[in-house]
């Protein structure tokens, strides 16, 4: 290789790079990003405009990779193949029957986020909400995807590329309890209609998470509102979007939630972590609006007397 070769690679080298950079920002064109924040404007956008908000943007090279060229049913344009892809989908993975076939999954991995949690409350005197949520929903979907067990150390290696999956339910379920923490009488109360449906120790099933209906108002924006988490009639929050590019898996994602709150709130008592104030409910954004300090907690058994407050 002489002189000019080395030149001619090194230019092409260079070219490259920069058009990467610029493409990988970009998708290879000048972008306007608009961001809008009023409950009112997104529902008109997302629901009212649906059609006209519900195509993707053109993508970058490494979006496009991720995306198999855009041919997944999150990323394909709105129009016949995405509703193909988002048929298939719920018929294969979301239909009523394969969810149901999926329970031994869920009973498997409910029982492992609770060792969980006990054996790191036990280390080091506190356990990061977020951190566990994602691991026990990733683990779920992951072993939906394979139809078997999958260790925890082979999860924990692969649940970056799941996040659209997990971080949506693991985020919903960090400020859920962030609010039962701060509110020991609801959390109480929604302890009383877990154990007064499913009993102290029998295994909660998707239909007694059905049969909650105060959980379920409170997952859905608090005692007292009227939300539809689906954001049909009006948006107060929306954990797996809304309008038609509304997650499919949506129904699946909130039956995850309920199981895992439901088990959470029979199983222990939260509380801050001892010596600690209550939790910052500051937010902050990532791939979805989160707790700017992660939600750290305490347990208590719940066969355990509640503490006595100091006077």
Partial sequence: MDVNDVLLLASAVVLGL??????????????????????????????KQGPMFASRPADSPIRLLFSVGKCTVNSAPYGPLWRALRRNFVAEIVSPQRVKGFSWIREWA??????????????????????????????ILICICFGAKIPDELIVEIEEVMSAGTDTSATALEWVMMHLILDPAAQERVYDEVVAKAGKTARITEADVEALPYL?????????????????????????GAGRRICPAATLGVLHIQLTLANMIRELRWTPPAGEGPPDPTETFAFTVVMKNSLRAGIVERNQPPPVAAH
């Fill in 18 to 47: 920069v058009w990467w950079r610029r493409c990988s920002k970009t998708g290879g064109v000048d972008r306007t990003l608009v961001i809008v924040t009023d409950a009112d404007l997104i529902h008109d956008a997302l629901v």
């Fill in 110 to 139: 409910m029982g492992n986020h609770l060792r969980r949690i006990r054996a790191e409350h036990a280390k080091t005197g506190a356990v990061r909400m977020m951190a566990s949520c994602r691991l026990t929903i990733c683990s």
């Fill in 216 to 240: 379920q108002r409170f997952l859905e924006g608090g005692e007292g509102h009227d939300t539809d988490i689906t954001g049909t009639r009006a948006l107060r929050m929306m954990p797996f």
